[in-house]
């Protein structure tokens, strides 16, 4: 389990230390910039564009701040290395905010899109953070001093919105990067963050609502409530509150946004409303459901590997449902489709209704039920009415052995 890394008065001393931040010329990275520099911090900011960057270091410099500005692009390995060759050589690295991102296409359906749209989105969302995070862990790790990675992914990281598949697409990806990194690094001084705001007054957001304006004017996007241009924004001073509380501390998930966790509900509603039900591990009706599979994708082995060995079956060959002969399964399952609902009996046992289906004609060629007792060590069958397999041999229709 991970510990916080705060002082006894709850405080992690950003005193005389450094923090990275890129994406840092305007939006929720300037406001970064900010707090952190207030705190004494000593601030490396990094962007793109040179002049919004100019100009955001010279601002925060007026009202007397330690920023410095490194133009570069994010998503550049090399550059990344630099970045963090500076950061480290200018004293203890206290905070990493890997917060550069773009919006991407927003409004066209996935397969309408050229893939060359889906190349500058995966760059700056997903690698950045990725080679980011590459580059400043191993050094973070190597420190050995107390240090908080922060990752700016949005709720896009934690549902979907047909909007637009790449940005949703890589801000998941990176959250699950997090996660990830969160727990591998739960041993160690180093603290994992997911910064996840809705609607925030930002360059970014004012692009996202353009285009979605655009796309439901055009009827190419439905309003699902999920990008409202009407909802409120938040200033980018709170997000950098929310994240300065966060620093040193075991919180993983900022998110500021109360409006938006119904969607996150109905996202995690749809999954757990799939999810099948727990069963007892070893139980019969587990394994009749592994025979299913196994029958059906006509793996005689695995189907062989079902039953128990002394399932009573004498010197007569093994068989799967509806006994159909193990080596005739290939054969069955070329000619029949089959349709099998389980359930479980009063007294333990599983009982299996069967239809098999003519793929060619969509034909019922026989219904039967088989009834399944078993252990942990495997099942066996208890009864088969209507058997369609024993003896019988399965080659196509037509065929001269056709059964």
Not at 297 to 304: E, F, K, L, M, Y
């Amino acid at each position: 389990m991970s510990v916080e890394l705060r002082d006894r008065n709850g405080v992690l001393s950003l005193s005389g230390r450094v923090a990275v931040v890129t994406g840092a010329g305007s939006g929720i990275g300037l406001a970064l910039s900010r707090r952190l520099g207030l705190a004494g911090a000593r601030v490396l900011m990094a962007d793109l564009a040179e002049d919004r960057l100019g100009q955001a270091v010279s601002g925060l410099r007026e009202i007397g701040l330690d920023v410095d500005g490194v133009t570069m692009d994010v998503s550049d390995v090399e550059s990344l290395e630099c970045l963090a060759e500076r950061a480290f050589s200018a004293g203890p690295v206290a905070v990493i905010c890997l917060n550069a991102g773009v919006p991407g296409p927003l409004g066209e359906p996935t397969w309408g899109l050229d893939l060359a749209e889906w190349e500058p989105v995966i760059r700056v969302n997903m690698w950045a953070p990725i080679a980011g995070s590459n580059v400043f862990v191993r050094r973070l790790v190597e420190q050995a001093a107390p240090s908080h990675l922060f990752f700016t992914i949005s709720q896009a990281g934690l549902w979907t919105s047909p909007a637009s598949a790449p940005y949703f697409t890589t801000k998941h990806a990176v959250y699950a990067l997090a996660t990830i990194l969160r727990d591998q690094l739960a041993t160690s001084p180093v603290r994992v963050s997911a910064i996840c705001p809705g609607a925030v007054q930002t360059p970014l957001l004012e692009s996202i609502r353009e285009q979605y304006r655009q796309a439901v004017k055009n009827g190419t996007l439905p309003e699902d409530g999920r990008i409202d241009p009407k909802r409120r924004t938040l200033s980018t001073s709170i997000i950098a509150k929310a994240v300065a509380d966060t620093v040193g501390t075991t919180r993983f998930n900022v998110l500021t946004n109360p409006e938006y966790r119904r969607f996150y509900e109905e996202h995690v509603g749809k999954v757990l409303l799939e999810w099948p039900a727990a069963l007892p591990a070893g139980s019969v009706l587990v394994q009749v459901d592994r025979l299913l599979a196994a029958f059906e994708s006509a793996s005689a082995g695995d189907v062989a590997a079902c039953f128990r060995a002394d399932a009573g079956q004498g010197d007569a060959e093994p068989t799967g449902l509806a006994r159909v002969l193990l080596p005739e399964l290939p054969a069955f399952a070329r000619r029949f489709a089959l349709d099998a609902r389980t359930a479980a009996l009063d007294d333990g046992r599983v009982e299996v209704r069967w239809r098999a289906i003519e793929r060619d004609s969509g034909e019922v060629a026989g219904t039967g039920v088989d009834v399944f007792t078993g252990d942990t060590d495997g099942i066996w069958t208890a009864a088969s009415t209507n058997p369609l397999g024993e003896g019988m041999r399965f080659a196509a229709p037509g065929d001269k052995e056709a059964s």
